[in-house]
């Protein structure tokens, strides 16, 4: 059995031990990521055992890849569908690749050019096809939010119950840095969009 002076003994030693951890515990934290936080970052290959160094970046990179990887496919998809399932296909292309004011902007000029009527009447299938080079015209910052505004030449299918022709069409997008969201974790979105046709093109 356990002497009460030798249990009150057993507890002080505890309690002490817990609070030399905690104190301990606080000190390494404190000059860790206070005093001497990690600024450098080394990455190890175990098949060769070579060392990559690694930068460390104030804000995502975003390369000129990806820029025109991006503007492609959102140039191409914005410009397929057809009159049965344009609605679909638009607003899943709005809440993927564009930015809230671009989005707004794009409806209301769609809908001021009356086209989702004329798609249904005429029962209108669309399809586009990227159509050379994309180019990055410039790239910036407006204010403190990075830019790019990019030209994506597309050739475009159109037919109806009417006709069936191709057009060339010149989409300019200007591209903002956003931050990243479920519906769009590219970290970039389109702001606005001017479509512009071609006369001579490529068929």
Avoid at 56 to 79: K, M, Y
Avoid at 96 to 116: A, C, K, L, N, W
Avoid at 176 to 198: K, Q
Wanted: glycine residues 6%; contains cysteine; proline residues 4%.
């Amino acid at each position: 059995m356990i002497k009460p002076s030798a249990y009150r003994t057993l507890i002080v030693t505890l309690c002490g031990l817990f609070g030399l951890l905690s104190v301990v515990s606080v000190v390494v934290t404190t000059d860790t990521y206070w005093l001497r936080p990690v600024r450098n970052f080394v990455w190890h290959e175990a098949s060769t055992e070579g060392e990559c160094r690694a930068t460390v970046l104030r804000e995502p990179h975003i390369s000129q890849a990806r820029i025109v990887d991006f503007a492609s496919d959102a140039a191409v998809t914005i410009n397929s569908y057809d009159y049965y399932n344009r609605g679909t296909v638009i607003g899943s292309a709005l809440r993927q690749y564009f930015t809230v004011s671009g989005r707004d902007s794009y409806i209301s000029e769609v809908s001021r050019s009356g086209s989702p009527l004329a798609f249904r009447k005429n029962f209108v299938e669309q399809t586009a096809y990227k159509n050379g080079v994309p180019n990055i015209k410039e790239e910036g910052f407006i204010g403190r939010r990075h830019f790019w505004r990019v030209e994506v030449p597309l050739l475009q299918y159109r037919k109806s119950n009417v006709s069936a022709a191709p057009s060339g069409l010149l989409l300019t997008m200007l591209i903002v840095s956003v931050r990243p969201s479920a519906e769009n974790p590219n970290g970039i979105g389109i702001d606005s969009i001017v479509a512009t046709a071609l006369l001579n093109y490529d068929r």
